[in-house]
T-cell receptor, first 114, second 109 residues
Framework: NAGVTQTPKFRILKIGQSMTLQCTQD?????MYWYRQDPGMGLKLIYY???????DKGEVPNGYNVSRSTTEDFPLRLELAAPSQTSVYFC?????????????FGSGTRLTVV | QQQVKQSPQSLIVQKGGISIINCAYE??????FPWYQQFPGKGPALLIA?????SEKKEGRFTISFNKSAKQFSLHIMDSQPGDSATYFC????????FGKGTRLSVIA
């Protein structure tokens, strides 16, 4: 039982490049989330999904896209990387109706855009 | 727009002391208030959580106090230990978790 797996762990991008941050969970959770964490700013929601085929914007969606074709996978796409997207990205999942409402987080992807 | 305000930003506590972190919110539609603990290089992990119909919840050395009328809640860590040194985030749930900015706790011997 791996929980939430994020790849890659680290990545350096040049301005204008694109990439996909991968997120996979093996807990059959229906809810999945992408957050970004900047120093001293907490975690801000980028996108979330309540099930396969359903996604919605969070607080800071500009510059990102997501898809949810399966329950397990929730990739985050950066099309034209900008320095403002330098951050640590966390994927999380949650099972609707779970007793403690606890999100399970991955270990993060540290992205630097230069 | 910061919906959950957390203080202090950083906190230094002596081993064995009490660590107190405070959060305030405005949106009365929030219906679940968890605290997360994060160690360097790791994702946040759920520590303890409370619903707004309860004024206090205790799990081991960790206690949440919740004041619905004041729209405030706090985390108390009793008998703080060096292993508690981490960043703590309060959060509130409406569709998805909204996080405070975090408190970096250092417990010194």
């Amino acid at each position: 039982n791996a929980g939430v797996t994020q790849t890659p762990k680290f990545r350096i991008l040049k301005i204008g490049q694109s990439m996909t941050l991968q997120c996979t969970q093996d807990m059959n959770h229906n809810y999945m989330y992408w957050y970004r964490q900047d120093p001293g700013m907490g975690l801000k929601l980028i996108y979330y999904s309540v099930g396969a085929g359903i996604t919605d914007k969070g607080e800071v969606p500009n510059g990102y896209n997501v898809s949810r074709s399966t329950t397990e996978d929730f990739p985050l796409r950066l099309e034209l990387a900008a320095p403002s997207q330098t951050s640590v990205y966390f994927c999380a999942s949650y099972m609707e109706g779970a007793k403690n409402y606890g999100y399970t987080f991955g270990s993060g992807t540290r992205l630097t855009v230069v | 727009q910061q919906q959950v305000k957390q203080s202090p930003q950083s906190l230094i506590v002596q081993k064995g002391g009490i660590s107190i972190i405070n959060c305030a919110y405005e949106n009365t539609a929030f219906d679940y208030f968890p605290w997360y603990q994060q160690f360097p290089g790791k994702g946040p992990a759920l520590l303890i959580a409370i619903r707004p119909d309860v004024s206090e919840k205790k799990e081991g050395r960790f206690t949440i106090s919740f004041n619905k009328s004041a729209k405030q809640f706090s985390l108390h860590i009793m008998d703080s230990q060096p292993g508690d040194s981490a960043t703590y985030f309060c959060a509130a749930l409406i569709a998805a978790l909204v996080f405070g900015k975090g408190t970096r706790l250092s417990v010194i011997a």
